[in-house]
């Protein structure tokens, strides 16, 4: 059974940087497509696609998240990361990593809070 699990979540002011981390147990990680989501506060029916890093290590992100954010993955470690620079307050929320093949797994979600 595939399990994802997400870290490093926290309490940041605007402009501070967060490193996300996102474990995956079971599966082969190597045959995951890996993405991170954003859910904005009180929009629980929301989730917003951030950067994709496909098993080929291709990168992708959304427009919001271009230039600040980096998403990377270490296979060995099984382990995937966001890197949030530059954080601003709409960028506060839940923020979800999932694991793709045919099927994709949700891991539970890590809360960020960018407030002064």
């Known amino acids: 059974q595939v399990q994802v699990v997400e870290s490093g979540g926290g309490l940041v002011q605007p402009g501070g940087s967060l490193t996300l981390s996102c474990v995956v147990s079971?599966?082969?990680?190597?045959?995951?497509?890996m993405k991170w989501y954003h859910q904005p506060i009180g929009k629980e029916q929301e989730r917003d696609l951030v950067?994709?890093?496909?098993?080929?290590?291709?990168?992708t992100y959304e427009n919001f998240s271009k230039g600040r954010f980096t998403i990377s993955r270490d296979n060995a470690k099984k382990t995937m990361y966001l890197q949030m620079n530059n954080l601003q307050p709409e960028d506060t929320g839940v923020y979800y990593c999932?694991?793709?093949?045919?099927?994709?797994?949700w891991g539970q979600g890590t809360q960020v809070t960018v407030s002064s």
């Open positions: 950067a994709t890093i496909f098993t080929n290590g291709k990168t």
């Open positions: 999932t694991a793709q093949e045919l099927y994709q797994f």
């Open positions: 079971g599966g082969i990680f190597t045959d995951f497509d």
